[in-house]
């Protein structure tokens, strides 16, 4: 028998498998592969450790020379002195022992502090059900009405106004009901003008009547009272909640055929994306007096909502046309041949497949939202980051505190929006596994 | 060209065509901008006809098929599908949309949606079907396709030619009288296009009135009542599928068939 070239081969035993070579598995493997890999990444992860010890050096010993209990930044300073000798630099978390709850509400009543607890923990449980599709449907009819009952426990007042609202939204919600199998656009029509008619004329009698008879009040608190982060979380709330819905409205509105409807989009997106938030900010404050009837108070805080809504629905109304634009034209003709009409077809099969690609950019209109809420400190209001602090600061006990309240606003912002971002990744992630 | 090849006998028990017209095309222009893609196209189908529209590539086989249900408008003359005329009017649109269901060479089923609400939701949302039924009657064409295991999948999932027979059910699930395809395999390997290609014919076989853009000269003598083809956006020559093969009479349509049959 000789080998030729083109013996078979038949294999009697399998090989069992083996470990891996331990360069090649585990933590050594690790390290090779992800900061050794090969002389520039190794100058590299130096560079990097080098940083990383310059920072901890610089910046641990303030934080392990934190004081907790002082009355003032001077008993702050000597303790720090006392116990670390002359010239150590400590922080002086002292002053948020007093003044943690201006930065959580503000001047808002403390024996009231209740009420926009209640408001927060209900936020949760509102948007719960938005967020978490597991969670049973009803808990959306409680989202629906979380809005107007956090506007109520928050400002106070009489309840009516508020109902009144909501009897506005029925109205509209009932003509469309009615009327939608008449016509769709008288539909609209009237859903939209009734509700307005309602709340212009028929609010204020009602509103009287209805006080004198059943006088439903909790004691009011003012607008100016609101700051720290009861302000900033109503603001970036209020705003993401109307934001969404207005930007996909735009985004459509740019797409549409109908050349005043995209004009009117087009020429609203590039206006409120080519100026900046704080001249919207100052129209909020200071021009729309001029335009609206003398004596009219409207309140600034809702006024800044409304302009921080439109500054984001600019943007994400952008975001969005993205995601349009990246469906294939056959989702459209599909739509149209099955006889789906133009509303049913965007709900239904165009909007939901936009939105799922526009995440990533709607969360970050979001985040930067949020923080943007503290530039409402330029129209006065107190806002976490340098109101709040501001106005600690005027305190003589407190004069010359710095740090502190950034470090402290910063780590709460980090964790709201590290969370918004989380969440986005994770609805990524979960449509994905969806839709394959 | 390989033609497929029908090992079983095909039932034309059910085939009879009417006169009943269902389809009537007069006079009928469209331009894109300057170019003239239709030209002075006249074509009436009856209920129950089964029709091949073939024609060099950029012909306007597909702009033709697409007035039909108004995915693209015509510019002059008249289509008159089911009695109701195509206007501008959007409920006479929607009307139509709702009585021809059409599929597409790229399947355009809704990926974000499972296989069994891609054929419940138009039931649903424009026909107002409860959804119970609607999904009884979208399992019932999903078994006549043959894929009913995979309901409740997405279609991502699905081998091409799974997923246009899915395409193929959702259009069915509206309860169309007509059908219209344009290159419903044209996007599909060998294997798979005869399997579109046999629930095609099951279709035929019911008596559905069919309009089909397609290159699949065996399908077309096997089910056609008539061929049409066109070129330069005009309908150049149509007649059954055996003269149409047997005897071309105009030099474009010999010419095509000598390119396309590849002897
Ligand atoms: N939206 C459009 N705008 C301008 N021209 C178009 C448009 N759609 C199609 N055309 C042109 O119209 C002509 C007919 O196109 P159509 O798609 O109907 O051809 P077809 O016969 O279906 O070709 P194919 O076999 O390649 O699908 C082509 O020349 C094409 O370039
Ligand atoms: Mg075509």
Redesign the interface.
Known sequence: MSTSQTAAFVRKDMLPPKDPPTSQAGLVKWLRENLFASWLNTVLTLASLFVIYLLVTHFYPWFRHSVWNANSIAECRTAIAATWGEGATGACWAMLRERWHQFIFGFYPPELYWRPIAVFLGLLLAVAPVLFTQLPRQMLLFSLTYPLLAIWLLWGGSAWPVIMIAAGFGIGYLALRILGDISAILAVVVAIVAPVLFWLFAVGPLDEVLTKVIPLAIEPVASDRFGGFLLAITIGAGGIALSLPLGIILALGRQSNMFLIKSFSVMFIEFIRGVPLITLLFVASLLLNYFLPPGTNFDIILRVMILVTMFAAAYIAEVIRGGLAAL?R??Y??A??????YW?AQR??IL??AL?ISIPGIVSTFIGMFKDTTLVTFVGLFDPLKGIPDFIRADFNWKGIYWEPFVFVGAIFFILNFSMSRYAMYLERK?KR??? | MTEPHFERDIDRSHMQVSDEVAIQIENMNKWYGQFHVLRDINLTVNRGERIVIAGPSGSGKSTMIRCINRLEEHQSGKIIVDGTELTSDLKNIDKVRSEVGMVFQHFNLFPHLTILENCTLAPIWVRKIPKKEAEETAMYFLEKVKIPDQALKYPGQLSGGQQQRVAIARSLCMKPRIMLFDEPTSALDPEMIKEVLDTMIELAEEGMTMLCVTHEMGFAQAVANRVIFMDQGQIVEQNNPHDFFNNPQSERTKLFLSQILGH
């Open positions: 294939p056959g989702q003709e599909a149209d041949a099955l006889g789906l009409d049913k239904l099969i939901p497949q799922k449509l969806d839709h394959r």
